[in-house]
């Protein structure tokens, strides 16, 4: 039933997670006095505003009832009348991509009341359109690769602030270029302009790199949801978008490598020099990161002074597949950056994918925050350490694309 009631609300969507958003209710009436009407007792106000793609959050006052059953109700989009359950959760997040009128119920009943109250939100356009691209980055930092350094490139005296401008610039733009993640575990976090919203039954973001048919470097794609309203990416805030991976025996969660800083800088303009970054994990294995002849610059982030960096997420399984001296690198079926084309449907994800630390699919209505690492600990050949890519990121709502989600 609920399921019907997404449907009928294409573009609306609300989540059932407890969070602690900003509270709109500017009442100081106790909702104990025994003067006060029955109709406020819940104390919410009687009309809202918000922007399309931003969240709005409702917390109604029930410390009067006991073990309330709650239902939110829209009755009405522009005038035309509706009857759409939308929530049983204390708390309505409410987020969508189209403008308008709307009207609401929000009915609580316990053994003693049942309290019903009407409000409208009216959901405007934003003034200055929203960016479909990546607004900010809020970290980067690579692992060793043979990009690292090179894609952004460091500079003497760069700091990881310098740095994170330097990815900053590269995608968050409508022509964006190309930064490398190197190898396990290094990542970017970028932000919008707006939140995505979570669209039922449809794909809300692309994420762009530089995938061609056997040449998948996937990185797994982790979202948030600024559920504290604070503008930045929290740790409890982050989800792990499920790829098709994520159930297969092979894949190994919470995964933990440690990149030791070489001691020299060694030319290998000659041939590789196989015992070049040292490394070891948490399953036991240990071993060394070559360098090779076309590459000559440091693989290890320079503006780090730390003389080990450990890296931690999902390690997916090796990929890749050798031949007769021929290296391909085989794509996942979905779920994952930089593993198929730009312009493919599979480098598109839907936020309905991601799932909490235990692998429960949680509702998101919307994110604000995205992270990339690279998912793979892996050298193949002279094409070296496998390492995501990414170019850009896009809002496919923003943009007006639409794509299913998979069935
Ligand atoms: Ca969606
Ligand atoms: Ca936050
Ligand atoms: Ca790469
Ligand atoms: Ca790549």
Same mark, same amino acid.
């Given at each position: 039933?609920?399921?019907?009631?997404?449907?009928l609300?294409?573009?609306?969507?609300?989540?059932?997670?407890?969070?602690?958003?900003c509270?709109?209710?500017?009442?100081?009436?106790?909702?104990?006095?025994?003067?006060?009407?029955?109709?406020?007792?819940?104390?919410?106000?009687?009309?809202?505003?918000?922007?399309?793609?931003k969240?709005?959050?409702?917390?109604?006052?029930?410390k009067?009832?006991?073990?309330?059953e709650?239902?939110?109700?829209?009755?009405?989009?522009n005038?035309?009348?509706k009857?759409?359950?939308?929530?049983?959760?204390?708390?309505?997040?409410?987020?969508?991509?189209?403008?308008?009128?709307?009207?609401?119920?929000?009915?609580?009943?316990?053994g003693n009341?049942?309290?019903?109250?009407?409000?409208s939100?009216?959901?405007?356009?934003?003034?200055?359109?929203?960016?479909?691209?990546?607004?900010?980055?809020?970290?980067?930092?690579?692992?060793?690769?043979?990009?690292?350094?090179?894609?952004?490139?460091?500079?003497?005296?760069?700091?990881?602030?310098?740095?994170?401008?330097?990815?900053?610039?590269?995608?968050a733009?409508?022509?964006?270029?190309?930064?490398s993640?190197?190898?396990?575990?290094?990542?970017?976090?970028?932000?919008?302009?707006?939140?995505?919203?979570?669209?039922?039954?449809k794909?809300?973001?692309?994420?762009?790199? $530089?995938?061609?048919?056997?040449?998948s470097?996937?990185?797994?794609?982790?979202?948030?949801?600024?559920?504290?309203?604070?503008?930045?990416?929290?740790?409890?805030e982050?989800?792990?978008?499920?790829? $098709?991976?994520?159930?297969?025996?092979q894949?190994?969660?919470?995964?933990?490598?440690?990149?030791f800083?070489?001691?020299?800088?060694?030319?290998?303009?000659?041939?590789?020099?196989?015992e070049?970054?040292?490394?070891?994990? $948490?399953?036991?294995?240990?071993?060394?990161k070559?360098?090779?002849?076309?590459?000559?610059?440091?693989?290890?982030p320079?503006?780090?002074?730390?003389?080990?960096m450990?890296?931690?997420?999902?390690?997916?399984?090796n $990929?890749?597949?050798?031949?007769?001296g021929?290296w391909?690198?085989?794509?996942?079926?979905?779920?994952?950056?930089?593993?198929?084309?730009?312009t493919?449907?599979?480098?598109?994800?839907?936020?309905?994918?991601?799932?909490?630390?235990?692998?429960?699919?949680?509702f998101?209505?919307?994110?604000?925050?995205?992270?990339?690492?690279?998912g793979?600990?892996?050298?193949?050949?002279?094409?070296?350490?496998?390492?995501?890519?990414?170019?850009?990121?896009?809002?496919?709502?923003?943009?007006?694309?639409?794509?299913?989600?998979?069935?």
């Amino acid at each position: 039933m609920k399921k019907n009631t997404f449907k009928l609300l294409s573009g609306i969507f609300i989540a059932s997670l407890i969070i602690t958003g900003c509270s709109n209710d500017d009442s100081s009436a106790s909702p104990n006095d025994p003067d006060k009407p029955t109709d406020n007792i819940i104390s919410i106000k009687d009309s809202y505003q918000i922007d399309r793609s931003k969240l709005l959050t409702i917390i109604p006052d029930l410390k009067s009832f006991h073990s309330p059953e709650i239902l939110w109700t829209i009755t009405g989009i522009n005038g035309n009348n509706k009857d759409s359950l939308i929530s049983k959760d204390e708390k309505l997040h409410f987020i969508t991509l189209n403008e308008g009128n709307y009207s609401l119920i929000i009915n609580v009943k316990d053994g003693n009341n049942t309290v019903e109250k009407e409000f409208s939100i009216r959901v405007d356009k934003e003034k200055k359109p929203y960016k479909y691209h990546i607004a900010k980055v809020f970290d980067f930092l690579p692992a060793y690769g043979q990009f690292t350094n090179e894609m952004p490139k460091y500079e003497e005296g760069d700091t990881s602030e310098i740095m994170r401008k330097k990815a900053e610039q590269a995608i968050a733009s409508e022509n964006p270029s190309m930064i490398s993640l190197g190898g396990f575990g290094g990542y970017v976090t970028f932000g919008f302009d707006h939140t995505i919203v979570n669209v039922p039954g449809k794909r809300d973001f692309r994420i762009l790199g $530089n995938a061609f048919a056997n040449s998948s470097e996937p990185g797994i794609i982790m979202v948030a949801f600024d559920k504290n309203a604070n503008g930045v990416p929290d740790e409890d805030e982050w989800y792990e978008i499920a790829g $098709n991976e994520h159930s297969n025996s092979q894949v190994i969660k919470n995964y933990e490598i440690t990149f030791f800083k070489p001691t020299a800088e060694l030319d290998a303009t000659t041939g590789n020099i196989e015992e070049y970054i040292q490394w070891k994990d $948490n399953q036991g294995n240990e071993g060394w990161k070559p360098k090779n002849q076309f590459h000559s610059q440091s693989y290890y982030p320079l503006w780090i002074t730390q003389e080990s960096m450990t890296y931690r997420g999902t390690l997916l399984p090796n $990929n890749a597949i050798e031949s007769n001296g021929i290296w391909q690198l085989k794509e996942f079926e979905w779920g994952y950056a930089d593993n198929y084309p730009n312009t493919h449907d599979e480098s598109a994800i839907d936020i309905a994918w991601a799932v909490d630390q235990n692998g429960n699919k949680v509702f998101l209505p919307g994110i604000d925050f995205i992270k990339v690492y690279t998912g793979l600990n892996q050298e193949a050949g002279w094409l070296g350490e496998t390492s995501t890519e990414v170019s850009g990121a896009i809002d496919l709502h923003i943009k007006q694309e639409t794509i299913p989600t998979r069935k």
